[in-house]
């Protein structure tokens, strides 16, 4: 339903156009890791990931599960509520553990929160958070990094900003762009896998802002 939806709405409001391809890896399953830098960037990846004819669980904040009717949908589609900082984080790993193993496709956001900027511009992903590197670890699963770039020209800074972005994109049409880059197998620690992890989703980054017009350095040190 998430991915049909965003695949049906967000013509509406942007365009969207897709690099890349993706072949889900059998055995322990694919990870696929995506930059986070607005709300709205899940159903763009979501109607990307629609076109290459992928739909994922997608491991998503706890608070989403409290929307009525959404979060009875979220519970049967499968999706996994990730609840930060309490007692109960850790389950999530245990459910995106079983859903690889019942070969479903992972989507997963590792830096685990939005960036604190309020204006639109395009910026390389932040800090990884641990999880991603645990799972894999855990599991064997391939990862296949995701970059996407425009999302923050459809909503981005302060709630009334966000929400006058989304009302004028259908007569903006900001250009969009996600790219799915080559897969990769993560190898030693937690600290070298999460490194790695971030050093490919960087790169799939690079090449969507690329494809909107704001290129990014070759080299960035904030990326490292």
Known sequence: MLSRTAASLLPLFAGLSVSGTLVPAGGPGTVLVANHTSLTDPAVVLAALHRLGVRPVVMATAGLWRVPLLGRALTAEGH???????????????????????????????????????DAAESAPGPFRSGLARLTERTGALVVPVGQAGSRRLSSGSTAK??????????????????????????????????????????????????????APRSSASAR
């Open 162 to 215: 966000q929400l006058a972005g989304v009302v004028t994109a259908p007569l903006r049409r900001p250009s969009l762009h996600v790219h799915v880059g080559a897969p990769v197998r993560l190898t030693g620690d937690v600290t070298a896998r999460t490194a790695q992890a971030r050093a490919a989703v960087t790169d799939a980054w690079r090449t969507a802002a690329e494809r909107v017009g704001e290129p």
């Open 80 to 118: 996994v509520p990730v609840a930060r900082g309490t007692d109960r984080a850790a389950a999530a790993l245990d459910a995106a553990a079983e859903a690889l193993a019942r070969g479903r496709v992972l989507l997963m956001y590792a830096e685990g929160c939005l960036p604190a900027r309020t």
